[in-house]
Nanobody, 115 residues
């Protein structure tokens, strides 16, 4: 089994920054991609950012220029640096990893942006 544990969430004022971390552990042979999703109450889960094993990145239009995804392959860890946070960024952020042929999810970390 593969386990994902997120950390770094919390309460921040608009315009502030947070850095999320997600560490994967367990029986891991090859990680094809890792990423971040988010889900707010009453809304569907949406993709925030992904990064592949060769370093290619993809971002939701709503976070481009503000968020940066990065990885440490040796530690099986992915990060999400979030700058210029807005109230609409408030959500539970979930870590995801794709280890063919399966997808794995973390339990999520709460990010709240309010004044």
């Amino acid at each position: 089994q593969v386990q994902l544990v997120e950390s770094g969430g919390g309460l921040v004022q608009p315009g502030g920054s947070l850095r999320l971390s997600c560490a994967a552990s367990g029986r891991i042979f090859n990680i094809y991609a890792m990423g971040w999703y988010r889900q707010a109450p009453g809304k569907q889960r949406e993709l925030v950012a992904t990064i592949t094993s060769d370093g290619n990145t993809n971002y939701a239009d709503s976070v481009k220029g503000r968020f940066t995804i990065s990885r440490d392959s040796a530690k099986n860890t992915v990060y999400l640096q979030m700058n210029s946070l807005k109230p609409e960024d408030t959500a539970v952020y979930l870590c995801n990893t794709f280890i063919p042929p399966r997808l794995y999810w973390g339990q999520g970390t709460q990010v709240t942006v309010s004044s």
